[in-house]
């Protein structure tokens, strides 16, 4: 069973359509992230939630918009698309936000291509 | 603001060599530190992790060490193999919650 899942994989869209990107977590994890991988590889934190609560935001620009409908679930819908938000798109989860000792696990990717 | 540097970028080795990674951070206030591997066109898998007040971590043919004072962290691998090949990546978890991730060392294992 996959930990971590989220879907679509591949995504190829056109600038200005609204898209999402689902997450689920099968690990009873009460806490769950974005994260977005640039072209140059670079990992950065956009969005944590913990028990359906957001936690963190990043400067990310307000198309994004997270939703956590359960403890589960976390879903990444964007608005508007623009070319530079082509990137991959991971989902996340551990169990608590402030913890030393909780590994995080990470879902498979969304790769998102704005044409 | 916490920033993770990690050296070399890439490396490429010969299949049986022992190797070393490096990361450095800038605050030592931080919960954790993990390292992944993350495959071409794949997620993330983590690998190690070490908490705070620990030192190192043992998995097989890794070892990591996390020195907090100085701000550094090593990953070794031991006789290297073409399976190990892929991107490594160090990454602290702030007091925040925050995972604040390196560049990655990118790494070839030739047979």
């Known amino acids: 069973d996959t930990a971590v899942s989220q879907t679509p994989k591949y995504l190829v869209t056109q600038m200005g359509n609204d898209k999402s990107i689902k997450c689920e977590q099968n690990?009873?994890?009460?806490?769950m992230y974005w994260y977005k991988q640039d072209s140059k590889k670079f990992l950065k934190i956009m969005f944590s939630?913990?028990?359906?609560?957001?936690?963190i935001n990043e400067t990310v620009p307000n198309r994004f918009s997270p939703k956590s409908p359960d403890k589960a679930h976390l879903n990444l819908h964007i608005n508007s698309l623009e070319l530079g938000d082509s990137a991959v798109y991971f989902c996340?989860?551990?169990?608590?936000?402030?913890?030393?000792?909780?590994?995080?696990?990470f879902g498979e990717g969304s790769w998102l291509t704005v044409v | 603001k916490q920033e993770v540097t990690q050296i070399p970028a890439a490396l490429s080795v010969p299949e049986g060599e022992n190797l070393v990674l490096n990361c450095s951070f800038t605050?030592?206030?931080?919960?954790?530190l993990q390292w992944f591997r993350q495959d071409p066109g794949k997620g993330l898998t983590s690998l190690l992790l070490i908490q705070s007040s620990q030192r190192e971590q043992t998995s097989g043919r890794l070892n990591a060490s996390l020195d907090k004072s100085s701000g550094r962290s090593t990953l070794y691998i031991a006789a290297s193999q073409p399976g190990d090949s892929a991107t490594y990546l160090c990454?602290?978890?702030?007091?925040?919650?925050?995972?604040?991730f390196g560049q990655g060392t990118t790494l070839q294992v030739k047979p």
């Open positions: 996340a989860s551990s169990q608590g936000l402030q913890s030393s000792g909780n590994t995080i696990y």
């Open positions: 939630y913990n028990n359906k609560e957001l936690i």
């Open positions: 605050d030592s206030a931080i919960y954790n």
């Open positions: 990454a602290v978890r702030e007091v925040t919650g925050k995972l604040i």
């Open positions: 690990l009873g994890h009460d806490t």
